[in-house]
């Protein structure tokens, strides 16, 4: 099984400051990586798959990028909706996985 | 638009089977490509994916989960059911189903349903 490890655990950043996740893959899944945004209280919403392809609706300050095990998200200029748990997925090899999670918090 | 809504039981007790639906709509499980998988969060933990059936009536489990998983399809009334026998206090969380369409994400979850909490005690 892929293992997928996210780091930080916990990042603080000021508003209007770039935040940077990462996330590991354990094996190579190639560009078959998702991100997820998560607030308290909701269902995970998919932002960015295939690595670095936003999904529909997703603003621009939403950046991914990576391939192989090596997987980050960007997001360019924190505002207050942003500050949530983030998630990675890989879908290229069977089971798939989730990462731990990064939680954003407000500095 | 698309849709997604789990339901069932809100508290199963210890070695029971839990069986949860998916109503969808705004899609047909009958499309190439179309894909709706289960997952799972315990409280404060990380989610963990469970299963997936395919518009083909392909599926997929998480390997540790395996003898207790079931999923399938009732395409005529757009609904994905989960089974999950021999319930645990361990297996408590939210669960969720999500929409995957092959063709355009692969295997990204498109769009989730709102959840359902599910404790497991006596």
């Known amino acids: 099984e892929t293992a997928m490890t996210q780091s930080p655990a916990t990042l603080s950043v000021s508003p209007g400051e770039r935040a940077t996740l990462s996330c590991r893959a354990s094996?190579?899944?190639?560009?078959?990586v998702a991100w997820y945004q998560q607030r308290p209280g909701q269902a995970p919403r998919l932002l960015i798959y295939g690595a670095s392809t936003r999904a529909t609706g997703i603003p621009a300050k939403f950046s991914g990028s990576g391939s192989g095990t090596e997987f980050t998200l960007t997001i360019s200029s924190m505002q207050s909706e942003d500050f949530a748990v983030y998630h990675c997925?890989?879908?290229?090899?069977?089971?798939?996985?989730f990462g731990q999670g990064t939680k954003l918090e407000m500095k | 638009q698309v849709t997604l809504r789990e339901s069932g039981p809100a508290l199963v007790k210890p070695t029971q089977a839990l069986t949860l639906t998916c109503s969808f709509s705004g899609f047909s499980l009958t499309t190439p490509g179309m894909c709706v998988s289960w997952i799972r969060q315990p409280p404060g933990k990380a989610l963990q994916w469970l299963a997936r059936i395919d518009w083909n009536d392909d599926k997929t489990y998480n390997t540790s989960l395996k003898t207790r998983l079931t999923v399938s399809k009732d395409t005529s009334k757009n609904q994905v059911v989960l089974r999950l026998t021999n319930m645990d206090p361990a297996d408590t969380g939210t669960y969720y189903c999500?929409?995957?369409?092959?063709?355009?994400?692969?295997?990204?979850?498109?769009?989730w349903g709102q959840g359902t909490l599910v404790t497991v005690s006596s």
């Open positions: 094996q190579s899944v190639s560009s078959n």
């Open positions: 997925q890989q879908f290229g090899t069977w089971p798939y996985s």
């Open positions: 999500a929409r995957t369409r092959l063709t355009t994400s692969r295997g990204a979850l498109l769009e």
